[in-house]
């Protein structure tokens, strides 16, 4: 009889050794966007010699429509993934948990409850958290990344009762922008504020969509604060270095995203993420691939945005086939310029790609379109086992 055994050697993929069968351990951690691709097709892989391991928190939440969620425009479970249930039904063995540490020598993998995962690959898919650099933030300051820090943003704003809360973002770019416009639209939100370093808030979006944006803002009665330093954020009230102070009973940090510290721990990368090459492999490790957010992508800088890690995904299970059975290691290849669509509340958004930019019910249509398309595809392969996955 067959007896399946880890690979002596990592990434050898399958081969038979008299009449035993060399498995490879593939440890995934993280249900990122770029693992979530690869977990729905672990059948290919399986039968290519790996036995998938996925290491990461039962829920997935899609950040397309986190700021609607957080801020009670869409349902709080409209992004949600059940990873088990996804993982359950591709035949993956699942870990409940999370990474905590590992031992790169020994290959072995630690999580949170001191379970210890061995693996002959590994790769990482654990996203981002928000900036803080020169900054201290009150721990009751809501964090944008991850996505768990605005969990609670909805039930802060209605526990301020009348007249209504106010709220203070701290950071003008995509992210603090589609969540000032969309709390500015809800009628128990008194006031918005936006306190931005640089000179203008958007710095990032073409010039005539940066001034759209200021004139919805402006008409949304949202004041923007821009060109003001915050060194200390504290949980009732901030004091720019300008001396511009202000008040708030909910104050959220948005101030670009790193990679996590955890990286750091685990000596596999800094703020920048985990160095990769073209073909998401570690610069130093080929055992050991890093994608999405985590990743610092080496061949050339990219904005820490969903697409990459949504492009990834096929690249990483073309790699793993490609590592298991021979044949050409493909490479990433971003897109020069990305389609990013900001959901502005009350029914409009923002299409942005390159100089081009497009403002209206349109640009929302589409992304809800592209973002129901995406979540049907990892839900509907769970929904078979959805009766055991409560
Ligand atoms: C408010 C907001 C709105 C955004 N909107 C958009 C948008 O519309 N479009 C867009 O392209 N980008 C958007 N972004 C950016 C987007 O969130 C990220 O670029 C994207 O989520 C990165 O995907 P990822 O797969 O790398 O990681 P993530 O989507 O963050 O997934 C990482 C996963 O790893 C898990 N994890 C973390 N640590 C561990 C651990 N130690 N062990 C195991 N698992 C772990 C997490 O629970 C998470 O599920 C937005 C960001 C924010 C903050």
């Keep these: 009889m067959a007896v399946p055994r880890r690979g002596a050697s990592a990434g050898a993929g399958h081969e038979w050794c008299g009449s035993r069968l060399t498995v490879t351990d593939l440890l995934l951690v993280g249900a990122g966007h770029t693992h979530l691709y690869v977990v729905r097709r672990a059948a290919q892989l399986a039968a290519a010699g790996y036995r998938v391991h996925l290491l990461a928190p039962r829920f997935f939440d899609y950040s397309g429509v986190a700021s609607a969620t957080a801020a009670g425009s869409l349902p709080g479970d409209a992004g949600r993934i059940d990873v088990r249930a996804l993982a359950g039904s591709s035949g993956v063995h699942f870990h409940e948990d999370t990474l905590a540490s590992l031992d790169p020598d020994q290959r072995v993998a630690v ?5 210890r995962i061995p693996y002959d690959l590994l790769s990482l898919n654990l996203g981002s958290v928000v900036a803080a650099v020169g900054l201290r933030a009150h721990e009751r300051v809501l964090r944008v990344k991850p996505l768990s820090g605005l969990a609670d943003l909805d039930a802060r704003i209605r526990a301020a009762g009348r007249p209504g809360a106010t709220v203070t973002i701290v950071g003008g770019g995509a992210s603090g922008l589609e969540l000032a416009a969309h709390l500015s639209t809800r009628s128990d939100v008194a006031r918005v504020h936006v306190v931005e370093s640089g000179s ?12 759209r944006m200021g ?12 060109g003001c330093v915050v060194h200390d954020l504290a949980e009732r009230h901030v004091v720019c270095d300008d001396g511009l102070a202000l008040s708030h009973d909910v104050a959220l940090l948005a101030t670009g995203l790193v990679a996590p510290p955890l990286l750091v721990e685990l000596g596999l ?11 998401l492999q570690h610069v130093d490790r080929d055992e050991i691939y890093a994608v999405g957010d985590c990743a610092h992508f080496l061949p050339r800088p990219l904005p820490r945005i969903g697409v990459h890690g949504v492009r990834q995904g096929p690249v990483l299970h073309r790699s793993l086939l490609a590592r298991a059975r021979g044949g050409e290691v493909p490479v990433y290849e971003p897109q020069d310029r990305a389609l990013s669509i900001l959901d502005l509340g009350d029914g409009v958004g923002l299409a942005v790609r390159g100089r081009w930019w497009w403002f209206g019910t349109g640009p929302l249509r589409l992304k809800r379109y592209i973002d129901r398309q995406w979540l049907r595809t990892y839900r509907s392969s769970t929904r078979a086992r959805a009766g055991d996955a409560s």
């Design 111 to 115: 999580t949170s409850t001191g379970a």
């Design 200 to 211: 203008v808030i958007g710095a990032d979006l073409p010039a005539g969509a940066r001034r």
């Design 215 to 226: 004139r919805l803002l402006a008409a949304r009665g949202v004041l923007v604060h821009a």
């Design 269 to 279: 990368g800094d703020e920048r993420g985990v160095p990769v090459r073209g073909t």
